[in-house]
């Protein structure tokens, strides 16, 4: 399926990302799961996040971390307040301090409880999703606060996307475990 563009098809991506991303964990060995991650040894992975997360918890921790970002955001701009999804003083050049913040800020959360607090905030998330209509969802311009993108590109984003992302780096972690004798 490509990107979505109607509220269907959003709510219906994020659903099957969460639920391939749950099921990849739930299959996860104890070994797989005990091991932490490591991707050093492959140079193309060269992006921050494959050195900050170091297990299941971490992934799950910044998957919570966005959503919260998102219905804080949609939150205080439906209240007119016009903020920006990032909140202060970070912006999309150095967001990844912002996501260093949050797995700083998660170190003492266990893993049980990161798994709660995503369910939690995804469902929060849905129910949200499901309150916009297809065009504030998919036409640019309809809410001032989203710039020249659309407000359903931040759910994708937080979303499906972000659940990919994370399907990714656990089967990574996963051939890693595998090939480690």
């Given at each position: 399926?490509?990107?979505?563009?109607?509220?269907?098809?959003?709510?219906?991506?994020?659903?099957?990302?969460?639920?391939?991303?749950?099921a990849?964990?739930?299959?996860?060995?104890?070994?797989?799961?005990?091991?932490?991650?490591?991707?050093?040894?492959?140079?193309?992975?060269k992006?921050a996040?494959?050195k900050?997360?170091?297990?299941?918890?971490?992934?799950?921790?910044?998957?919570?971390?966005?959503?919260?970002?998102?219905?804080?955001?949609?939150?205080?701009?439906?209240?007119?307040?016009?903020?920006p999804?990032?909140?202060?003083?970070?912006?999309?050049?150095?967001y990844?301090?912002?996501n260093?913040?949050f797995?700083?800020?998660?170190?003492?959360?266990?893993?049980?409880?990161?798994?709660?607090?995503?369910?939690?905030?995804?469902?929060q998330?849905?129910?949200?999703?499901?309150?916009?209509?297809?065009?504030?969802?998919?036409?640019?311009g309809?809410?001032?606060?989203?710039?020249?993108?659309?407000?359903?590109?931040?759910?994708?984003?937080?979303?499906?996307?972000?659940?990919?992302?994370?399907?990714?780096?656990?089967?990574?972690?996963?051939?890693?475990?595998?090939?480690?004798v």
């Amino acid at each position: 399926m490509g990107r979505p563009v109607t509220k269907n098809e959003l709510v219906s991506a994020a659903e099957t990302g969460f639920e391939a991303m749950n099921a990849l964990i739930e299959g996860l060995t104890e070994k797989e799961t005990g091991t932490p991650f490591d991707f050093s040894g492959d140079e193309k992975k060269k992006e921050a996040h494959w050195k900050r997360d170091k297990n299941v918890r971490d992934i799950l921790i910044h998957l919570y971390e966005w959503h919260r970002l998102l219905i804080n955001w949609i939150g205080v701009n439906e209240k007119g307040e016009n903020k920006p999804f990032l909140p202060e003083p970070y912006n999309w050049k150095n967001y990844g301090e912002m996501n260093v913040m949050f797995w700083e800020k998660h170190q003492n959360t266990s893993a049980e409880e990161a798994k709660k607090m995503l369910t939690e905030s995804h469902a929060q998330v849905m129910k949200l999703a499901e309150k916009f209509s297809d065009e504030e969802l998919f036409t640019k311009g309809v809410f001032k606060w989203t710039g020249g993108s659309t407000l359903g590109s931040y759910f994708i984003s937080c979303t499906s996307s972000h659940y990919n992302w994370a399907v990714k780096k656990l089967k990574a972690h996963i051939k890693n475990v595998k090939t480690v004798v």
